[in-house]
Each structure stands twice: as C-alpha cells, then as structure tokens.
C-alpha cells in the first residue's frame, strides 16, 4: 500500500509539474518621489550604471545566469527601449536588472501594457558570492533617484512568493505590496488571474479603461483571467 501511494504520489507530482503549474506571485509598488536617498546603502562599495549590448558579452551562464537564449532576448529589449541597469564592484558586474516604461511583465518574458507613469523592474539578478549585502535595495534606491528627477511615476515589481530573500529586499528598498496574482500553466497554455481589486490599483481607478491592447489580451479593468 505504501508504495502504491509512493507511485501515485510521483505520478501526480510529474502530472502536476508537466501538465498543471500554479506560481503565487506579489505586485509590489512606490512613489521614487517618497523615498530618502540614503534608504538602501549597500553592504559593499558599488556603482551602477545604464548598460547596453557590449555588457551582455560579459555576463556568463555560470556565474549571472545568463544563457545565449537570454542575451539573444535581451538584446530584443533593448531595441524596443528598455534599460539595462548594471552594478560594478572591483570591475564587476555584481548585480543587474532590467526597467520597462509603460508595462508590467506579469511572467518571464510576458509583457502586458500599463499607464505611463509605471516603471517596471524585472529580471533582477545578484550573483551568488554577493548575495545578503542589500545590492538589490540599492539597485532600486538608484533608480527611485533617477526617476525622481523626471515627471511623478511609480515604480513596480514583482516577486514570487515562495522566495523570501526577494519578498524581504523589496521591502527594504521601499516598496509596498500591492497585492498577490497567480502565473497558470496547463498543458502548453499560459494565463495569470489577477483579483479586481489589484487590477484597480495598478490603474488608479475603477473608471479608466485599459489600453486597446490590454483588452484584446483578455485584460480589461474588470476581467482577472489572461491567456497568454
């Protein structure tokens, strides 16, 4: 009996894992223009700057996490105008992360459109030997800085729940959860179910209608379910 239950157990988990996926994940937000500058100081000594294709080459697999497949996509970003922000302690590259304008990435490489005042950071990344040293919070406390010198915006992000290091470095560095959404796999679909209350949220009102492109996906201001 044990071992049948051991075989349904595995059979269930592969079914689970090849057919059905469910990944919890939270919407965090601020206003760059409410937070100190000095919020998040690092634990090292870093300095970070915007990159551009000529600083992928120097990313590996092993040590950033970043595959041919990836550089191939980042360079994809890159030509449709997001920023590639790196960190450099002792010539380098110890933490990177990726800012969008005017969308939100809802799951790896699925971007979906938002108001103009959103900035959204993904993709960020600390290597190992650095980690616990407060790069993250710093990385974002840089780009608060920058864009409080433009028009009023928000900064968002998002982080799964099941890694607690992110959900506790996006607090540091200021943010405010907004709220939690599910990643859906089933077979070889994607969708994401997003409560009304945080779609609401993320477009400041229950009146304003979502972009032309929003809509067609599946994501009006009142639907919480998105095919992708």
Same mark, same amino acid.
């Given at each position: 009996?044990? /071992?049948?239950?051991?075989? =349904?157990?595995? $059979?269930?988990?592969?079914? +689970? &894992? #090849? ?8 919407? !965090? ?7 100190? /500058?000095?919020? %998040? ?7 970070? *700057? ?8 120097? =990313?590996?697999?092993? #040590?950033?996490? !970043?595959?041919? %497949? ?12 997001? +920023? ?6 002792? &010539? ?6 990726? $800012? ?7 799951? @790896? ?21 650095? +980690?616990?040293? +407060?790069?993250?919070?710093?990385? !974002? ?10 028009? @009023? ?14 959900? *506790? ?16 796999? $089933? ?28 809509? /067609? /996906? ?11």
């Amino acid at each position: 009996m044990t /071992a049948a239950r051991r075989l =349904l157990g595995r $059979l269930y988990w592969g079914f +689970r &894992g #090849e057919v059905f996926w469910v990944n919890k994940k939270y919407l !965090y937000g601020m206003r760059p223009a409410e937070v100190p /500058a000095d919020r %998040a100081a690092p634990g090292i000594t870093v300095s970070f *700057r915007d990159a551009d294709a000529r600083d992928l080459d120097r =990313l590996t697999e092993a #040590e950033h996490d !970043y595959s041919e %497949a990836k550089k191939t996509f980042a360079r994809e970003r890159l030509a449709v105008g997001d +920023r590639f922000i790196v960190g450099e302690s002792e &010539g380098r590259i110890v933490i990177y992360g990726w $800012l969008t304008h005017g969308n939100v990435e809802l799951g @790896p490489r699925h971007f979906v459109p938002a108001p103009p005042d959103v900035f959204f950071s993904y993709n960020v990344f600390t290597v190992i030997q650095q +980690r616990g040293k +407060r790069l993250m919070p710093a990385l !974002y406390g840089h780009l608060a800085a920058q864009l409080q010198k433009g028009a @009023p915006a928000r900064l968002m992000a998002a982080a799964d729940a099941g890694n607690p290091p992110a959900l *506790r470095a996006h607090q540091r560095a200021g943010f405010d959860q907004m709220g939690a959404y599910w990643e859906i796999r $089933l077979f070889s679909k994607q969708f994401f179910w997003i409560p009304y209350d945080l779609r609401r949220e993320l477009w400041q009102s229950e009146g304003s209608p979502a972009p032309r492109e929003m809509t /067609a /996906a599946g994501l009006g201001p009142r639907d919480e379910m998105a095919w992708r």
